[in-house]
């Protein structure tokens, strides 16, 4: 089992940045693969970014891509969400998601078996 726990949301201007941290616990955090999805109002859960394991490879989702930065840091069992240049469509929760270690990384929900509750992103224009 992994508990996973989401900080940092709020609400903030269009143009504005925002940073999301995601602390872990109940298993080994430095073998977890990391992702952070989103889900709008009326809206599907959306890949924001994932993160292997070793911090090797990561990947973005095509609405974020140049403006989000995926980080972990191992030793402190967290992984963070930089979000710089926020626009009102980036409104939504976001949710945290680990799963044991792959070899790419995976971009789909159902690839991932433990979540967060998720943090509440408002931008406002």
């Known amino acids: 089992q992994v508990q996973l726990a989401e900080s940092g949301g709020g609400l903030v201007q269009a143009g504005t940045s925002l940073r999301l941290s995601c602390t872990a616990s109940g298993r080994t955090f430095s073998s977890l693969d990391m992702a952070w999805f989103r889900q709008g109002p009326g809206k599907e859960r959306e890949f924001v970014a994932g993160i292997l394991w070793s911090g090797s490879m990561t990947a973005y989702g095509d609405t974020v891509k140049g403006r989000f930065t995926i980080a972990r840091d191992n030793a402190k069992k967290a992984a963070y969400l930089e979000m710089t240049n926020l626009k009102p469509e980036d409104t939504a929760v976001y949710l945290c998601?680990?799963?044991?270690?792959?070899?790419?990384?995976?971009?789909?929900?159902?690839?991932?078996?433990?979540w967060g509750q998720g943090t509440q992103v408002t931008v406002s224009s």
């Open positions: 998601a680990s799963r044991s270690s792959g070899m790419v990384v995976g971009t789909t929900a159902s690839r991932y078996d433990f």
